[in-house]
């Protein structure tokens, strides 16, 4: 099959544009939605020569944060008002973090980008493969795990003096979270999810979490894939021997087998979640819902006395 636009092989076939590309206008195609992303979010506004802005992405090893690392460094080494740095979380597990490390710092090291790793141990005094086995509080890994990262991408973005911190969730990424939160009916998590996001960014102050972006979220997984296996980035391309979320999963499947009927249903998902997200969190905000706090353990900002994080690491020292 030929290419839309031109008279080359196309490598691949997008149902919901109707569109086969060659490998040359597929690259182009994903890059250009990033600098629309880039754009539409208001990233680069306020950032001058004199006061250039700190970017921080959050990079795993994987094919995702691998792209967007690849993609922001082309397009934007050469521009006098951002600065980027790679941020990298070790969780201390045994087999997998060590390799996805090891090619985390093959990519940023061929770009030349500046590279911080921050881990559990030398933070919180743990590691994943200590708070598995004694489990405390009877729950999934990955509620331990993304209370952890979370808190830690910020820890370290603040302390790496981030304007922005940019992670690598992709469309498919976005529209499971979307839908699952809107099944949970969890209206909370919808405004929190939309205020980290989706909304344009406000200018940050003290009280505030660093604003993050998400450029490659109308870009679906299997087009970061084909973009990475095209440019020849390497990538961890394993899975953490400790993910197990059977909800996500299903919902997953769910949407791929609608998509694969009805082309474009990710893309219509995040469009009405954020029309949804956009009235929720106003009316949100309207009431004065609580205000972000210190937490008076670390310091991090949250809305009880004592964070999430702290509680978690409390009860697993414990155990």
Request: aromatic fraction near 8%; hydrophobic fraction near 35%; proline fraction near 4%.
């Amino acid at each position: 099959m030929k290419c839309t636009k031109c008279d080359q092989d196309a490598v691949i076939f997008t149902p919901y544009s109707g569109s086969h590309l060659c490998s040359t206008h597929f690259i182009n195609s994903v890059e250009r939605r990033v600098r629309h992303r880039i754009r539409t979010d208001g990233l680069i506004t306020g950032s001058t020569e004199d006061a250039p802005s700190q970017w921080i992405i959050g990079v795993s090893g994987g094919k995702d944060s691998a792209v967007l690392t690849h993609i922001l460094h082309n397009m934007l080494s050469k521009d006098p008002r951002i600065k980027l740095t790679a941020l990298t979380i070790n969780e201390g597990i045994s087999g997998y973090r060590d390799e996805s490390l090891e090619l985390a710092k093959k990519l940023t090291n061929s770009l030349g980008i500046d590279h911080e790793i921050f881990s559990y141990i030398d933070e919180f005094g743990l590691d994943m493969d200590e708070v598995v086995e004694k489990n405390p509080l009877n729950l999934n890994a990955c509620s331990y795990c993304g209370v952890f990262r979370r808190n830690l991408l910020d820890m370290g973005a603040n302390k790496l003096n981030a304007d922005k911190l940019l992670t690598g969730h992709n469309l498919d990424d976005e529209s499971q979270t979307a839908l699952m939160n809107f099944l949970a009916g969890d209206v909370s998590r919808i405004t929190k999810h939309f205020d980290a996001s989706l909304a344009p960014f406000p200018q940050r102050t003290e009280t505030e979490f660093i604003p993050r972006s998400k450029p490659l979220r109308d870009i679906p997984e299997k087009e970061i894939a084909l973009y990475a296996y095209l440019l020849d980035i390497p990538f961890y391309n394993g899975d953490c021997p400790y993910a197990v979320d059977s909800f996500r999963g299903k919902v997953r499947e769910l949407i791929l087998g609608l998509e694969d009927d009805h082309p474009g249903t990710r893309h219509s998902i995040m469009a009405g979640y954020e029309e949804f997200a956009t009235i929720a969190s106003s009316h949100r905000h309207s009431h004065k819902e609580s205000s972000l706090q210190h937490c008076i353990k670390c310091g991090s900002l949250t809305t009880q006395k004592i964070c999430q994080k702290c509680v978690f690491v409390e009860a697993v020292k414990a155990a």
